[in-house]
Each structure stands twice: as structure tokens, then as C-alpha cells.
């Protein structure tokens, strides 16, 4: 039996596609009513596809949001994490080599928070943004002649 075939649906497509399906032993009464049918669907499908329109254009910006602050948190999160999991396994293997397997076992975790910790620590310190000269960044020694001087500002 013969296949009705439109192709992509443009006007040649569509002509080809009748023309081979009718030569093929295809029969007139199933193209017009395929015909009908599509004649009295296209509202309904155009009427659909311009709902489905609107519905991705009023959503499109969340999804977009939703996905930009997925892989905000997967770099805020993510990251950090892999991180501290790749300094622990350096912990590990460093520790089991110093202490052996059954101390490094028993130390491994107080250790790895104790560094985790001292880590946290170090970078919040960095942060707290402590007044520094302007000969050796960190140092508070100031010259004169050297640099520009700033004023103080009150920390909060």
C-alpha cells in the first residue's frame, strides 16, 4: 500500500508528495480527505502553537534564571568542596605515610577538620582587609617619600 509522504509541508513537498502517492496506487479519497482534515485542524494547531509561544516566552527567563543559579551554586558549592575533598585525600596520604595505616586511620578526620579549620581561618583573616603600608603589602610600616599616602578608614 502506498505511503502519503508531504515531506516538509512546503507547496513543492506538498505536490510531489500527492503526485507520488497517487501513481503509487494511492486513492483521491484518501488525499482529500487528508486534505479536509488539515484544513480543519490548522486553526487548532495554529492556535496551539501560538499559546505554546507564549507560554516559552514568559518562561523562558526563569528557566534561564534557574539555570544560572544552578551553576552559581555549583560553583559557590561544588567547587569548594571538591577542594577541601582533594586536600583531604592529600591529608590522607600524607598522614598514613608519617604515622602508618592504623594511626593515620584513627587521625585522619580530626586532622583534616583541624586543617579545613586552620584553612578557613587563614582566608578570613586575609579578608578582614587590615590596614597595610605602602612599602611591604601587609606590613604596616609607611614611608613618606615613598607610595601615596591614604587615609584611615574606620573599620566596621
Known amino acids: 500500500m502506498a505511503t502519503l509522504d508531504l515531506g516538509s509541508g512546503g507547496g513543492v513537498d506538498t505536490l510531489n508528495g500527492i503526485a507520488t502517492y497517487l501513481s503509487n496506487g494511492g486513492t483521491?479519497?484518501?488525499?482529500?480527505?487528508?486534505?479536509?482534515?488539515?484544513?480543519?485542524?490548522?486553526?487548532?494547531?495554529?492556535?496551539?502553537?501560538?499559546?505554546n509561544a507564549i507560554t516559552q516566552f514568559a518562561t523562558a527567563p526563569f528557566e534561564g534564571a534557574g539555570q544560572s543559579i544552578a551553576a552559581l551554586f555549583d560553583g559557590l558549592l561544588t567547587a569548594p568542596a571538591a577542594l577541601i575533598e582533594a586536600g583531604a585525600r592529600i591529608s590522607?596520604?600524607?598522614?598514613?605515610?608519617?604515622?602508618?595505616?592504623?594511626?593515620?586511620?584513627?587521625?585522619?578526620?580530626?586532622l583534616t577538620v583541624a586543617l579545613a579549620l586552620v584553612s578557613l581561618y587563614l582566608l578570613a583573616r586575609y579578608l578582614n582587609e587590615e590596614e597595610t603600608g605602602n612599602v611591604?603589602?601587609?606590613?604596616?610600616?609607611?614611608?613618606?617619600?615613598?607610595?601615596?599616602?591614604?587615609?584611615e578608614t574606620a573599620d566596621e
Open 28 to 51: 483521491a479519497a484518501r488525499v482529500l480527505t487528508a486534505s479536509l482534515l488539515g484544513l480543519i485542524s490548522s486553526p487548532f494547531i495554529a492556535v496551539i502553537d501560538i499559546i
Open 92 to 110: 590522607e596520604n600524607s598522614i598514613a605515610a608519617v604515622f602508618g595505616q592504623t594511626l593515620a586511620g584513627i587521625l585522619a578526620l580530626p
Open 136 to 151: 611591604i603589602a601587609g606590613l604596616p610600616i609607611d614611608v613618606p617619600v615613598v607610595g601615596t599616602d591614604e587615609e
